[in-house]
């Protein structure tokens, strides 16, 4: 069993920057895989960034490559979301997620946030 609680989200103006966190209780954190989804209202919940236990691997899906970064300290249990040069297509409500797969499908994620709140004003 893992429990997530994200934080960090708020209001920016578009190129500013956020980085959100995810604190994750257990003693086996660095067995999962950590993703990153967002939802925006009236759309369904889509991918942005997925790493490894180990944190040697990443992916991202192409609207955030080159803006944001997600990274992880395994000491603290915790995954990390660095997002700059926002735009304010990146305004929807945050998730971070726990699984056992490596991928970009949301259904193989166990574990869930409650989500953070991240507005982007033009």
């Known amino acids: 069993q893992v429990q997530l609680v994200e934080s960090g989200g708020g209001l920016v103006q578009a190129g500013g920057s956020l980085r959100l966190s995810c604190a994750a209780s257990?003693?086996?954190?660095?067995?999962?895989?950590m993703g990153w989804f967002r939802q925006a209202p009236g759309k369904e919940r889509e991918f942005v960034a997925v790493?490894?236990?180990?944190?040697?691997?990443?992916y991202y899906r192409d609207s955030v490559k080159g803006r944001f970064t997600i990274s992880r300290d395994n000491a603290k249990n915790a995954v990390y979301l660095q997002m700059n040069s926002l735009k304010p297509e990146d305004t929807a409500v945050y998730y971070c997620?726990?699984?056992?797969?490596?991928?970009?499908?949301?259904?193989?994620?166990?574990?869930w946030g409650q989500g953070t709140q991240v507005t982007v004003s033009p």
């Open positions: 997620a726990a699984g056992s797969l490596f991928g970009t499908n949301y259904r193989t994620y166990s574990y």
């Open positions: 257990g003693r086996t954190f660095n067995s999962y895989v």
């Open positions: 790493i490894t236990g180990s944190g040697s691997n990443t």
